[in-house]
């Protein structure tokens, strides 16, 4: 009989050692039974973990979009009036980091392309921003993706027009009778605007006005202020059409949203397991330590991306020693993502490193806040040796500036200007990139610590 | 009893793995978990960060390695241009599917690395697994161009394939987010060892020829005296080594005296040549922190009063050593010299080249153009322990 093996994180650690959340379903299993169905089970959770790695990693469009209804159908309406109907049309895609532009866009496109309509009927150009650096490589991209590069050839074209003229009359020319709709996508939209004359952005938006073939332009971007980067002659070719995603849900919705998100779609092959799976995300919703959880996430940023951030890092906990997710993993998730990184480093410092910085932390107190450089810094460090010290050993002073040195390799201390090749390092300005009470909550912490070194950082230092 | 378990992966891969990773079982653990089954999907970019030596670049490397995930390994201090990283990325993608030849790869910009990376991808045999790009010294993708790193965090989106980019570094992700933010990797800290932990992986290379317990009880007194200042492992690591010898004199015999009188005599012949260059360096070291009008005060054998005036009295606080050395022109220099040194010193041609050769040695440096009117003006660029040391 295999023995039960111990959980092999802190998490499922953590989680035996909270009461384990029992599924709706009353499921007398004793642990042979357990041991019976392990191996549908494994097969079953590895499944899952598929399919919500995908949706949480790879923004794999899945089911309905989730607080986007209206900007879907929006969109939606937009677009097949291009590719149903061929009419020409430009919108820009509003919204910051991590709100779903892009899943939304490609919601709808496959939603789209399911369409008899405008299956074998929509050309698509993707282009992104940090890719195509300037209009010349996002032309070549242009006749890449449009499948043209065997008709332009060696062409030498005059100016960007004529060059995307001549595609789109290549494209005419095809064993198509009538025009092909065509949709541009612009990722990182104001990335483009930063471009020479902004050049690609005018010839796409004139064609989406004035060409015969339909033309869509749709940008994304996280600039609300994106409006005011175009220059004047692109603007008035724009048709002005805005799509914000603001992340404009409440908390309720958000909750809704996280029930919907963790549920395994219908078409789940094991019904059973799905059918557990999701009662155990509706139990979850309304648990009031998850609740809190969320609580703290939304309250810090409404992006689905760090909630999917959050459920991948839960999801990746559940094995088939522990089959559910539960309260405990998603605190632990939470407590993962929110550490304080300048805190952890400091944590890992040796104490003649913190005693700088609580030298730099004095000076910042005495000076107001004006650059101090090493030597200061040192002089500190001596009074505190000379006078309060009794743990700390007086260390030469090349000792000291390796410290120091360490410090400004870890970037916690930054000097104002680049050093000349032939300063010296030790009067260069510097100033403290960690404040007062993130240092004293360090010190809480330090391992360690000597009590002299944390009775020196709370002192006012009225011994100068 | 094993601590690191994971469904995807052998036992015996994995037991061999934890005896690798000593005092890493918890992020090991945590990789493992996030990783998930070899073809399934992952954060598409992690940023792994903590002090120098805490086992980022090692641990990554192993893991790797013993559970024989694809991956491709880059030192980004090593390939440091964008164009440079790229190629490197596609030379050693070629590499991964066990290809002996690598053919050249010209990747000129972001975009062509894409189309060559999807194509790599492609042809390869990697059946869906999980391919993972570990950036190391991740740090200085900043300097690259601005595109170079949100291009990476989000890979996996732009080649829509499955890939995971690790960062390692030990500078804070804060310092790494671009100004209209970007995709937000998935952060790991990777702890400082304590002192026990640093106890137990130092006495485990104990050399042969002593016990366990004997070595152990040296790295205790070691730890008791270094950790104070240093607690990066390599670098105890090297003390350790370098102590050892010492620390077992009073058990091994002492050495001859033969070998010593012969090293003496080598040593002094450099020190003999050296003589006048210290004087300099010392009258360089009073010119440039001395204040030009307490010349008078302290080199010459009468001097006057000199009266404090309202001016120096408010001046008086910032002393000088604490704001740097001041440069001084070549005159006062060999002033400052002549008033040391008891005996004649003619300016000769000797003095002039040794001047130069200080320079040369970075113990003085040169301040101005070289064609000044009033003389060549030089600056002090030597501490003052280091003169104390030097005057004795």
């Known amino acids: 009989m295999r023995p039960l093996s111990r959980p092999s994180s802190a998490r499922a650690a953590a989680s035996l050692r909270e009461p384990r959340m029992q599924p709706m379903k009353p499921s007398a299993m004793s642990k042979r039974k357990v041991k019976d169905s392990s191996a549908e089970s494994a097969e079953s959770i590895s499944q899952m973990q598929k399919i919500l790695r995908e949706r949480f990693c790879h923004h794999c469009a899945a089911g309905k979009l989730a607080g986007m209804e209206q900007q879907y159908r929006h969109l939606l309406e937009l677009l097949k009036r291009t590719t149903v109907h061929g009419e020409s049309n430009s919108a820009l895609l509003i919204g910051p980091r991590g709100s779903g532009k892009t899943t939304l866009l490609n919601h709808v496109l496959k939603d789209l392309r399911e369409m008899k309509e405008v299956r074998e009927n929509l050309l698509e150009v993707h282009l992104n921003g940090l890719l195509q650096t300037n209009d010349k490589v996002a032309l070549k991209e242009i006749t890449r993706q449009l499948q043209l590069e065997n008709v332009v050839g060696d062409k030498v074209f005059g100016s960007f027009a004529e060059n995307l003229a001549f595609l789109l009359e290549a494209l005419r020319k095809g064993n198509r009778t009538s025009s092909c709709p065509i949709l541009f996508v612009l990722d990182e939209f104001d990335l483009f605007v930063h471009h020479k004359n902004q050049t690609l952005l005018y010839n796409l938006f004139d064609i989406s006005q004035s060409a015969q073939t339909p033309v869509t332009v749709i940008g994304l971007t996280c600039r609300q202020d994106i409006l005011e980067l175009l220059e004047k002659r692109v603007k008035s070719r724009f048709s002005h059409r805005q799509i914000y995603l603001m992340n404009s849900f409440n908390f309720t919705q958000y909750m809704k949203i996280f029930k919907k998100e963790l549920s395994l779609p219908d078409e789940f092959p094991d019904e059973t397991f799905a059918q557990k799976w999701n009662n155990n995300a509706q139990h979850l919703s309304e648990d009031k330590t998850v609740q809190d959880v969320l609580r703290k996430l939304f309250q810090h940023s409404k992006e689905l991306r760090s909630l999917h951030s959050l459920l991948m890092l839960a999801v990746s906990a559940v094995t088939v020693h522990h089959p559910l997710l539960t309260a405990a993993d998603l605190q632990e998730a939470s407590r993962q993502h929110s550490s304080d990184s300048k805190a952890n480093i400091v944590h890992g410092l040796s104490v003649l490193e913190i005693c700088l910085i609580i030298a730099m932390k004095h000076l910042n107190e005495v000076y107001d806040g004006e650059p101090f450089n090493f030597q200061m810094v040192y002089n500190e460090f001596q009074k505190f040796i000379q006078r309060k010290a009794h743990s700390m050993y007086n260390f030469e002073k090349p000792v000291v500036m390796k410290a120091f040195e360490h410090l400004l390799q870890l970037e916690l201390v930054q000097p104002l200007e680049r050093p000349a090749a032939r300063a010296q390092r030790e009067y260069l300005l510097m100033k403290l990139l960690l404040d007062s009470s993130q240092i004293m909550d360090a010190l809480q912490v330090y391992p360690n610590c000597p009590t002299d070194v944390k009775q020196w950082a709370a002192s006012s230092l009225s011994w100068l | ?392």
Request: charged letters at 20%; glycine letters at 4%; a neutral charge.
């Open chain 2, 1 to 392: 009893m094993p601590n690191l378990e994971h469904p995807a992966y052998p036992a015996a891969d994995l037991l061999r793995l934890e005896s690798l990773v000593p005092c890493r079982e918890s992020q090991v653990s945590m990789l493992l978990s996030i990783f998930g089954e070899r073809q399934h999907f992952s954060f598409p970019s992690i940023f792994i960060y903590g002090h120098t030596s805490s086992g980022k670049t090692y641990v990554m490397q192993t893991l790797l390695s013993t559970l024989q995930l694809p991956h491709v390994f880059v030192n980004c201090v090593e390939y440091f241009t964008s164009r440079l990283l790229l190629e490197e990325i596609l030379i050693k993608l070629q590499s991964c599917s066990g290809t002996e030849q690598t053919s050249p790869v010209r990747c000129d910009s972001l975009n062509d690395f894409v189309r060559l990376f999807k194509q790599a991808v492609a042809s390869q045999e990697l059946q869906d697994q999980t391919l993972y790009i570990v950036l190391d010294r991740a740090e200085q993708l900043r300097e690259m161009e601005a595109n170079i790193l949100p291009a990476f965090l989000r890979l996996q989106e732009l080649t829509d394939t499955n890939v995971t980019v690790v960062l390692l570094s030990e500078i804070v992700w804060e310092l790494f987010r671009p100004n209209t933010g970007c995709f937000e990797p998935f952060t790991i800290y990777f702890p400082d060892y304590s002192i026990g932990h640093l106890q137990k992986i130092l006495t485990q290379n104990h050399p042969p020829e002593y016990s366990a317990d004997f070595y152990a009880a040296y790295i205790n007194i070691l730890l008791g005296v270094f950790y104070m200042v240093c607690r990066d492992l390599k670098e105890l690591r090297h003390l350790a080594a370098l102590n050892f010898a010492k620390y077992c004199e009073p058990v091994v015999r002492g050495e001859a005296n033969e070998r010593d009188t012969r090293k003496l005599w080598k040593n002094i012949e450099p020190h003999l040549k050296k003589a006048m260059q210290t004087f300099l360096l010392i009258a360089a070291y009073l010119a440039s922190y001395n204040p030009v009008r307490t010349d008078k005060r302290f080199f010459l054998k009468h001097h006057g009063k000199i009266r404090k005036t309202n001016f120096m009295k408010k001046h008086e606080k910032t002393s000088n050593h604490l704001l740097g050395p001041k440069p001084f022109p070549l005159d006062r220099l060999l002033a400052i010299l002549y008033s040391i040194v008891d005996e004649r010193v003619a300016p000769t041609a000797n003095i002039f080249s040794q001047i130069t050769s200080l320079v040369t040695l970075q113990l003085l440096s040169m301040v101005g153009q070289n064609d000044q009117l009033d003389g060549p003006r030089y600056k002090c660029t030597v501490s003052l322990d280091f003169i104390r040391a030097v005057a004795r």
